[in-house]
């Protein structure tokens, strides 16, 4: 009776777990400690896939925890890695449970770049190995029983979690062995053999005999619901049907043989036999249908020796009426068992190899906050740029501070000296030149990688959209169009960003071509520089007016306010906050993180300071300008006015201009170098990632064309065709009459002519190879028959049956040929047999010979040897030894 069924465990495809995942980690993190602990751990991870799949493992717990540890660790992976089949791109393939496969199309396998698809398989194979641990334990003891039950609603818990995730894990048709279907009935299963387990338990430990049948009728409730759950359908090995069908009866007897001995205990006689009667027809049912699955003889014997005892005494002593079947109160249910709840970790002693790693949760929204903080640092230096340079603009149209440091009007102002010097010191036009001349490269490298990465995609693309016109339905992967639009939409926004970048560079060599010249002179010896400008009157009277004065306090004011911005901006930059724990915090307690609400929250508490002082300084600044202004108009009204100093001011302004717009320029082609380099980083990262896709995007199409191959040789060459009438066998009527060839005495020709016409025949079959083939055909009347003399009657056949095939000479003997099928020279043909249930009183029919071919002899006399045979030699000795 202890047959318990087991599951077998799924096969799965060498897959290389290093390189994917390295390579992501060293896109993802900085060379360094953590880049290298985070590799290490990658490399474990791939061993730990191979010890738990790699190999054949034992039914053993040591086994079952290798299995779970490996499940624990791609639970914990999961959300740690960007798994998808448009980033990180793993395929794992696994080969259905229980299907063996065919001798040319090979076992049903599917092939998926999804980690909840490697999970579910993992989890499918613990719940196996869990089941054949479960039915390898000794249940003649405690620890054996326990195990089992354990075991088995680990297994239960196991694929019932199956039968609620796999379809949500994998978005697509499973494999038989893990349809919803499949693993609810394995679920089923388990559970009952744990139930039963129980009751065996009980029956050992001899508890009440009312517990004992409430736990029977449980498991017996649990078989016949699983039972009821495969029953129409053929995802399970056939063997497992009649088991459950047995176990649904044997419980339920047991059942119904403890609850006969709680109504004797109760006096209820007739109750008893009812139950035991009933109890043995289950069991007899059992050993009629299902006696090759599961043997019932010692729980026979013990129902029918109490069924056998428990009538002698009703009919001797109690004379209880036996009431129907029917009419017995109905027996209670226990159930001791429990689905074991699947909560990683599963496995005793789990530690996570990436456990320092954030998952991809915080990890995004550590991306999206560091985009937000980027932008909240740029926008508040932004602003102060922005303003210093409006500055630097207004005091230039003013000619200041130029303006107060020429009085003399005949030497070089010293703030146009500086400049002169500034510019030198930073390498002056070949500084500028050789930047402008570097991007133009810088910009072709960085289209070259994006078309390079684009057109991976477009060639994969075109290659799925040709499978998928050709195999139609058969070709039901995702299609490539859809897995690469996130992909394009990246490359697109790559484009955007060159095409304005472009313009960028446009506009700074427009702004350079304006100011070349005047930078050009601030390039020159300083004789050569104060050659150039134009000299103009001595306006000596204005220095150390009140006027000037205030200027000069004014612009100090202004130049005071510059330094300040600087050290402000080199606050601003270098405000740093690790936002991963607040992140992983609000993971762990809400399951999601509202990344917005937390950024903003915590960006306020950081700039919202800095904000108030930048804006601060914009009003300064607006303020001092204002007073430069006013201040600037009442000192142009006392300088001398003429043509000589207003080109001289004229040229003092350019050059400050000049200089501003060489700082700007400079600095503007310094970033654009740093961009597109910074871009051509992240432009082979995209290349990276277009790379890995479209590879396992080949590795899957490579996996799928070999199954639609396999799939095609399975299938028949042609559809079925219906046979024609007179090939197939009659299933009923009489036996036709076999292709002999029966001997008969000679009758008329006459009679031959009075028989009805033949049906139509197939195509005689040609005659032996020694004859001219001719074809049957009636003969002449007077056509006299050829061949040896006819002392006996020759041979007749019936002209319906189709003559036999042809048979060659036997090379043994010269001249012999075999006869036709069938053929029988004695003598039974000579009679009309009556009695013949195939051929009721059927006359025979004289032989019509072919013309050209001789019919066959007649029987000789007694002793006599056929005409045209070779002759025995004498026997000289007897071939075997006398007795």
């Not at 089992?148 to 039968?163: D, E, M, T």
């Not at 279907?181 to 744990?194: C, D, F």
């Not at 459950?244 to 119904?256: D, R």
């Amino acid at each position: 009776m202890a047959t318990f069924i087991s599951v077998p465990l799924k096969k799965s495809s060498e897959a290389d777990l290093v390189k994917p995942l390295s390579k992501f980690v060293t896109a993802t993190y900085s060379a360094g400690e953590e880049q290298g602990e985070y590799i290490r751990a990658v490399e474990e991870l791939n061993k730990l896939r191979k010890n738990a799949l790699g190999r054949p493992l034992d039914k053993h717990e040591s086994s079952l925890e290798i299995l779970l540890r490996y499940y624990d660790q791609l639970c914990a992976v999961e959300p740690k890695f960007p798994f998808s089949e448009n980033q990180l791109c793993l395929t794992f393939t696994w080969k259905d449970a229980f299907d063996k496969g065919s001798l040319f199309g090979g076992s049903v396998k599917l092939a998926l770049a999804s980690l909840g698809y490697e999970k579910t398989c993992v989890l499918f194979n613990a719940a196996a190995l869990a089941s054949q641990i479960a039915s390898e334990q000794n249940l003649d003891n405690d620890e054996g029983l326990k195990a089992a039950a354990k075991y088995y609603q680990l297994a239960s818990g196991a694929f019932g979690h199956i039968k609620d995730t796999v379809l949500s894990a994998l978005n697509r048709e499973p494999t038989m062995d893990i349809s919803p279907e499949t693993v609810g009935t394995l679920s089923l299963i388990m559970l009952a053999q744990a139930q039963e387990v129980f009751f065996l338990k009980a029956t050992s430990d001899k508890m009440k005999d009312a517990v004992i049948a409430k736990l029977a009728n449980q498991a017996a409730d649990f078989y016949g619901d699983a039972f009821k759950q495969c029953q129409y359908k053929d995802n399970l090995p056939k063997e497992v049907l009649p088991v459950l069908a047995a176990k649904h009866c044997i419980m339920q007897a047991n059942a119904e043989l403890h609850q006969s001995v709680l109504a004797k205990q109760k006096k209820r006689f007739g109750e008893e036999i009812a139950r035991l009667q009933h109890a043995a027809e289950l069991v007899k049912t059992v050993a009629s249908r299902y006696d090759e699955y599961v043997s019932v003889k010692d729980l026979s014997d013990k129902i029918n020796r109490a069924l056998a005892a428990a009538k002698k005494d009703n009919d001797f002593i109690y004379h209880d009426r036996v009431p129907e079947v029917k009419d017995l109160e109905h027996i209670g249910k226990a159930a001791l068992v429990k689905a074991t709840a699947i909560t990683p970790p599963l496995s005793q002693k789990f530690t996570d190899l990436f456990e320092k790693m954030v998952p991809m949760a915080v990890q995004q929204s550590m991306s999206i906050y560091s985009q937000r903080k980027a932008e909240t640092v740029n926008r508040l230096v932004g602003s102060m740029r922005e303003a210093t340079n409006l500055c630097n603009g207004v005091l230039a149209s003013l000619n200041l501070p130029a303006a107060l440091e020429d009085l003399s009007g005949d030497s070089i102002p010293q703030s146009i000296a500086e400049k002169a010097r500034s510019i030198v010191q930073q390498g002056g036009l070949q500084s500028i030149e050789q930047l402008i001349k570097d991007l133009p490269e810088l910009l072709t490298r960085n289209r070259e990688i994006l078309d390079e990465s684009l057109k991976m995609l477009d060639d994969e693309e075109t290659t799925d959209n040709e499978l998928r016109t050709k195999f139609n339905q058969r070709w039901n992967r995702t299609p490539s169009g859809d897995l690469y639009k996130p992909l394009r939409a990246e490359g697109t926004n790559f484009r955007n960003i060159l095409d304005k970048a472009v313009q960028a560079d446009q506009v700074v060599r427009d702004r350079y071509g304006s100011h070349c010249d005047m930078i050009a002179l601030l390039c020159k010896p300083e004789n050569e520089l104060n050659a150039a400008i134009p000299s103009a009157n001595p306006t000596k009277t204005l220095q150390g007016s009140e006027v000037v004065n205030v200027l000069r306090s004014q612009l100090a004011q202004l130049d005071e306010m510059k330094k300040e911005r600087e050290t402000l901006e080199g606050e601003i930059k270098a405000v740093t906050f690790d936002m991963s724990t607040a992140f992983l915090t609000a993971l762990a307690q809400d399951g999601a993180i509202n990344e917005e609400q937390l950024s903003l929250s915590q960006l306020d508490q950081l700039y919202g300071a800095y904000n108030q002082r930048v804006q601060a300084t914009l009003r300064t600044q607006e303020e001092l300008l204002g007073q430069v202004q006013t201040s600037h108009q009442e000192f142009s009204s006392l300088k001398q006015s003429n043509t000589e100093a207003n080109q001289r001011e004229e040229v003092l302004k350019k050059l400050a201009s000049a200089h501003d717009s060489y700082v700007e320029i400079s600095s503007n082609l310094r970033e654009g170098t740093k961009f597109y380099n910074d871009l051509t980083e992240i432009l082979l990262k995209f290349q990276n990632k277009c790379s890995d896709i479209v590879f396992a995007r080949k590795t899957e199409r490579d996996e799928l064309l070999k199954e639609l191959q396999q799939s095609i040789a399975r299938e028949p060459s042609a559809p079925n065709f219906s046979v024609p009438a007179y090939q197939s066998t009659p299933a009923a009527g009489p036996t036709p009459a076999p292709r002999t060839v029966f001997a008969q005495q000679p009758q008329q020709p006459q009679q031959a002519q009075q028989q009805p016409p033949a049906k139509p025949q197939p195509p005689a079959r040609p005659p032996p190879p020694a004859f001219t083939p001719q074809a049957a055909s009636t003969p002449p009347t007077n056509t006299p028959p050829t061949g040896p003399p006819t002392s006996n009657p020759p041979p007749v056949a019936p002209p319906s049956q189709a003559q036999g095939p042809p048979y060659p000479s036997y090379q043994g003997y010269p001249g012999y040929f075999q006869m036709p099928m069938g053929y029988n020279p004695y003598a039974y043909g000579q009679y009309n047999m009556p009695n013949m249930p195939s051929m009721p009183n059927m006359p025979y029919m004289p032989y019509q010979a072919t013309p050209g071919q001789g019919g066959y002899p007649g029987a000789p006399p007694a002793g006599q040897p056929y005409p045209g045979y070779p002759q025995q030699p004498p026997q000289q000795q007897p071939y075997y030894p006398q007795q």
